[in-house]
């Protein structure tokens, strides 16, 4: 099997891949631009971990925070055009998961529990001056997005999660279909020490390569095309030395921690899934409304891949947007609502009329007494 794999890969070819020591071209342009764009590059340090977090931040601050988490094999890149699109509304902050991109990267995998991730986000939002934001996680991020709602629901005030299930319906869901545990293999694959590492690097990224741009699993099928230059942006950073162990290591961790015992959302939901992904059944996230004990909605994108947020931004972002005001005009209606109820009401009609004839004599009375 391996002898296969090897040959595809280009045989003794494949032992080759190179280092990248500059950050790319769109890297570049987006360094360029911030001074422009008020895009910045921030980085925190927690002296409890001794972890250094990097994130790029768009919007002013004390606007609302908007947190972004983004998957794997990805860094805070993967949300260009959200950064963009909400920092009119919007403090804007995508960031370098634990172990990915510039973020510090532990070297043992049991720094890399779930419990681990998510205290580095309760730390983040403390370190960037809030007490809650709107929560946008995409594949992994997912993953921690919806552990966050779960245990911190005080923490969330709407929560967006793309392409990835609650995690109860996940593990559920791949023992009783062998077509998703198909396509979860990598799960049991990342157990492995140091090969998967090996595999991902040889061929100088074959194998990252062919996760973005193939037919079958890649960004832009028939949406936005990912550019040689996004390309060479993620090649950056995963070629750096040691740079896929930490992404690697948060898949180590999770038959330890799965299923949950405490797995009930109270926060307000979107989730959002392209309908072709290929890693992901999309009956799972039909499933997942029965974990959700508030406004719950399900939007599937035809025709639309794994990487959502960068292959249909300009749909993402319309309905990020539109859920927002969705729920601030349904708040609206439903106030309407209950006050035209109780106004056709027979016996509140009569306290209101008793209440406006009672006013009506004190004021004048007691006009007509001066």
Same mark, same amino acid.
């Given at each position: 099997?391996?002898?296969?794999?090897?040959?595809? @890969?280009?045989?003794?070819?494949?032992?080759?891949?190179?280092?990248?020591?500059?950050?790319?071209?769109?890297?570049?342009?987006?360094?360029?631009?911030?001074?422009?764009?008020?895009?910045?590059?921030?980085?925190?340090?927690?002296?409890?971990?001794?972890?250094?977090?990097?994130?790029?931040?768009?919007?002013?601050?004390?606007?609302? @925070?908007?947190? @972004?988490?983004?998957?794997?094999?990805?860094?805070?890149?993967?949300?260009?055009?959200?950064?963009?699109?909400?920092?009119?509304?919007?403090?804007?902050? /995508?960031?370098?998961?634990?172990? *990915?991109?510039?973020?510090?990267?532990?070297?043992?995998?049991?720094?890399?529990?779930?419990?681990?991730?998510?205290?580095?986000?309760?730390?983040?939002?403390?370190?960037?001056?809030?007490?809650?934001?709107?929560?946008?996680?995409?594949?992994?991020?997912?993953?921690?997005?919806?552990?966050?709602?779960?245990?911190?629901?005080?923490?969330?005030?709407?929560?967006?999660?793309?392409?990835? %299930?609650?995690?109860?319906?996940?593990?559920?869901?791949?023992?009783?279909? %062998?077509?998703?545990?198909?396509?979860?293999?990598?799960?049991?694959?990342?157990?492995?020490?140091?090969?998967?590492?090996?595999?991902?690097?040889?061929?100088?990224?074959?194998?990252?390569?062919?996760?973005?741009?193939?037919?079958?699993?890649?960004?832009?099928?028939?949406?936005?095309?990912?550019?040689?230059?996004?390309?060479? /942006?993620?090649?950056?950073?995963?070629?750096?030395?040691?740079?896929?162990?930490?992404?690697?290591?948060?898949?180590?961790?999770?038959?330890?921690?799965? %299923?949950?015992?405490?797995?009930?959302?109270?926060? %307000?939901?979107?989730?959002?899934?392209?309908?072709?992904?290929?890693?992901?059944?999309?009956?799972?996230?039909?499933?997942?409304?029965? *974990?959700?004990?508030?406004?719950?909605? @399900?939007?599937?994108?035809?025709?639309?891949?794994?990487?959502?947020?960068?292959?249909?931004?300009?749909?993402?972002?319309?309905?990020?947007?539109?859920?927002?005001?969705?729920?601030?005009?349904?708040?609206?209606?439903?106030?309407? *609502?209950?006050?035209?109820?109780?106004?056709?009401?027979?016996?509140?009609?009569?306290?209101?009329?008793?209440?406006?004839?009672?006013?009506?004599?004190?004021?004048?009375?007691?006009?007509?007494?001066?």
């Amino acid at each position: 099997m391996f002898w296969s794999v090897y040959l595809s @890969l280009g045989g003794l070819k494949s032992y080759t891949w190179i280092f990248r020591c500059e950050r790319g071209e769109m890297l570049n342009i987006f360094l360029c631009q911030s001074t422009q764009t008020s895009l910045k590059f921030h980085a925190l340090y927690f002296q409890d971990s001794g972890l250094r977090f990097h994130y790029v931040a768009a919007g002013e601050r004390g606007k609302p @925070l908007m947190l @972004l988490l983004h998957g794997f094999p990805e860094f805070w890149y993967s949300w260009r055009y959200q950064l963009r699109e909400f920092k009119s509304e919007y403090r804007v902050v /995508a960031l370098d998961l634990r172990g *990915y991109g510039e973020t510090d990267a532990p070297i043992h995998r049991q720094n890399y529990k779930l419990d681990c991730l998510i205290t580095d986000i309760k730390d983040i939002l403390d370190s960037l001056g809030y007490s809650k934001c709107v929560l946008i996680g995409h594949d992994w991020g997912g993953m921690i997005a919806w552990l966050i709602a779960i245990c911190y629901p005080e923490m969330v005030m709407k929560l967006i999660v793309i392409n990835f %299930p609650h995690p109860n319906v996940f593990t559920e869901y791949i023992l009783r279909h %062998p077509a998703q545990l198909l396509k979860s293999s990598y799960y049991y694959f990342f157990q492995i020490p140091w090969f998967p590492e090996f595999m991902f690097s040889i061929n100088d990224f074959k194998v990252l390569k062919h996760l973005f741009t193939s037919h079958s699993t890649g960004i832009g099928r028939k949406g936005c095309q990912l550019t040689t230059e996004d390309l060479e /942006a993620y090649i950056y950073v995963f070629s750096q030395p040691g740079a896929l162990s930490g992404p690697i290591n948060h898949y180590r961790n999770i038959f330890s921690c799965l %299923p949950l015992k405490h797995h009930m959302v109270t926060t %307000p939901t979107l989730l959002l899934w392209g309908e072709n992904d290929a890693f992901m059944e999309v009956e799972m996230a039909e499933v997942t409304k029965i *974990y959700v004990k508030n406004y719950f909605r @399900l939007t599937i994108l035809s025709e639309a891949s794994h990487w959502l947020q960068q292959d249909q931004p300009d749909i993402v972002n319309k309905i990020d947007m539109d859920i927002s005001k969705r729920r601030n005009k349904k708040k609206r209606l439903t106030f309407f *609502y209950l006050l035209m109820q109780g106004l056709c009401n027979e016996n509140l009609q009569q306290f209101f009329k008793k209440l406006f004839i009672n006013f009506f004599m004190y004021y004048f009375g007691k006009k007509n007494c001066v």
